[in-house]
Nanobody, 122 residues
Framework: QGKLVESGGGEVQAGGSLRLSCAASGLTFSILAMAWFRQAPGKAREFAAAISMSGSTTYYADSVKGRFSISRDNAKNTVYLQMNNLKPEDTAVYYC???????????????WGQGTQVTVSS
């Protein structure tokens, strides 16, 4: 069945950058909308970014707009999240998610990765 595996998390100082990757397997990647969510300790999971099947449309939460960039490589079955100018409030577990066809900005995604930790120090 379908599986998503995140990588690229780690620890970085405020103002630094990280790039997260999410590799999909057992899925027809080209017909999936992809998204990134994040969850800080004691808080609800929240939407961060999403990208359409073709990569032509993207959406970002206001909290990350202008700093994060989502992209995809359908030939590699991989979606990326480039995170620049990181802030301590970006500290969270970041999850990759997928659903068929259309983007949504809530948690109605079919497939979820296990998450990767991002820690931003001050």
């Amino acid at each position: 069945q379908g599986k998503l595996v995140e990588s690229g998390g780690g620890e970085v100082q405020a103002g630094g950058s990280l790039r997260l990757s999410c590799a999909a397997s057992g899925l027809t990647f080209s017909i999936l909308a992809m998204a990134w969510f994040r969850q800080a300790p004691g808080k609800a999971r929240e939407f961060a970014a999403a990208i359409s099947m073709s990569g032509s449309t993207t959406y970002y939460a206001d909290s990350v707009k202008g700093r994060f960039s989502i992209s995809r490589d359908n030939a590699k079955n991989t979606v990326y999240l480039q995170m620049n100018n990181l802030k301590p409030e970006d500290t969270a577990v970041y999850y990759c998610a997928a659903r068929h066809l259309n983007i949504v900005t809530d948690d109605r995604y079919t497939y979820w990765g296990q998450g990767t930790q991002v820690t931003v120090s001050s």
